[in-house]
């Protein structure tokens, strides 16, 4: 059996409404004569608040690649302590024993990788293997567990898995454009972290991975002088909606009892309601974009531990797509008890 334990989230301490996201919004682009036609987006975002590293007037200033890099490294190392002591109490686990570390990302840069930050923090064995997996977005939440339950069934120790988005260090705010207004409206900061190994409340039992051809312009980043630019193509929604149906009937699931979908936004969430006939679960998916935002990598483990919280229980497909364009796959049986 393998199955993911001590799943905990961590967030930075600015929690922003939606409301002053888009005054921070009209502060900055509000002298464009189409600012005004773009503006809805806020309120179709179907965000209401989420958490950001820094307090909003650092968003009103333009940021050069190196100032953005220590943000990132220190408030990613600030958050995924105290995640995986959360995580490491939960399970009662000796950091010694754990086999192996998955670190997964695609908001940031450091080398040496977070992941030998951690090592270095928490006392791990000296031949803990290390697996930092970077450029994956959103699918990230999926694929970072797919690529540490390979490792476990290799090692058969415990692997630690973290995920940290801090996508809000991204924003460019000299930029005007749909791309830059819809990242704002929708994108948060936040960590999870979780152990995979032989028990726990939640066991994984198949996963895949299916990444289209010629599909490589849909979303990704774009490199600036200043950092990180956003790409992600308005054709995103449709796209899932007519591709993802016959991905998902090559998955070796028979009966399932809801769905654990990344919350992209509120057009990739309509998406899912259309191809899994509005099942009830996808509102969990809809209520953690309200409350955090797009947390990239992060957002479909925040479903995942809602459920958990719930009490859900039966057969469930995780789902989340990211550049390449690549879709993750993962059925788990969720238990009942804590």
């Known amino acids: 059996m393998v199955s993911i334990n001590g799943l905990s989230s961590v967030f930075p301490d600015n929690k922003v409404f939606q409301h002053e996201i888009k005054d921070l919004g009209r502060k900055l682009f509000s002298s464009r004569s189409s600012f005004k036609k773009m503006e809805k987006v806020y309120d179709n975002s179907g965000v209401n608040k989420r958490y950001l590293?820094?307090?909003?007037?650092?968003?009103?200033?333009?940021?050069?690649?190196?100032?953005?890099?220590?943000?990132?490294?220190?408030?990613?190392?600030?958050?995924?302590?105290?995640?995986?002591?959360?995580?490491?109490?939960?399970?009662?686990?000796?950091?010694?024993?754990?086999?192996?570390?998955?670190?997964?990302?695609?908001t940031g840069i450091s080398t040496p990788t977070i992941d030998a930050e951690i090592f270095n923090l928490f006392g791990f064995?000296?031949?803990?293997?290390?697996?930092?997996?970077?450029?994956?977005?959103c699918a990230g939440g999926v694929l970072g567990l797919n690529r540490a339950v390979t490792i476990f069934k290799s090692l058969r120790k415990s692997v630690l898995v973290c995920n940290v988005e801090l996508c809000s260090l991204t924003f460019r705010p000299q930029i005007f454009s749909k791309e830059n207004i819809v990242s704002t409206a929708l994108f948060g900061d936040g960590c999870v972290s979780y152990l995979v190994e032989e028990e726990g409340n939640c066991e994984v039992l198949e996963s895949m991975e299916y990444t289209w051809k010629d599909t490589l312009s849909l979303m990704g980043w774009g490199v600036e002088n200043d950092g990180l630019s956003v790409i992600f193509d308005k054709v995103i929604p449709d796209f899932i909606s007519k591709e993802l149906p016959d991905v998902i009937k090559k998955f070796p699931v028979k009966k399932l009892d809801g769905y654990i979908l990344h919350s992209g936004g509120m057009r990739i969430i309509e998406a899912y309601k259309k191809i899994f006939n509005k099942d009830k679960t996808i509102?969990?998916?809809?209520?953690?974009?309200?409350n955090y935002?797009?947390?990239?990598?992060?957002?479909?483990?925040?479903?995942?531990?809602?459920?958990?919280?719930?009490?859900?229980?039966?057969?469930?497909?995780?789902?989340?797509?990211g550049p390449g364009f690549t879709a993750a796959l993962s059925k788990l049986k969720l238990n009942s008890h804590d």
């Open 283 to 290: 509102m969990e998916s809809q209520n953690i974009l309200a």
């Open 293 to 321: 935002g797009n947390v990239s990598s992060v957002s479909v483990l925040l479903v995942l531990l809602e459920m958990i919280k719930k009490k859900y229980c039966g057969n469930f497909m995780m789902c989340a797509l």
């Open 53 to 106: 590293t820094q307090e909003l007037d650092w968003y009103l200033s333009e940021h050069n690649w190196s100032e953005r890099n220590v943000l990132f490294k220190k408030n990613t190392i600030s958050l995924l302590k105290k995640s995986i002591l959360q995580t490491i109490e939960k399970t009662n686990t000796k950091p010694e024993k754990i086999g192996g570390i998955v670190f997964v990302n695609s």
């Open 125 to 137: 064995n000296n031949q803990i293997l290390r697996l930092p997996i970077f450029g994956y977005g």
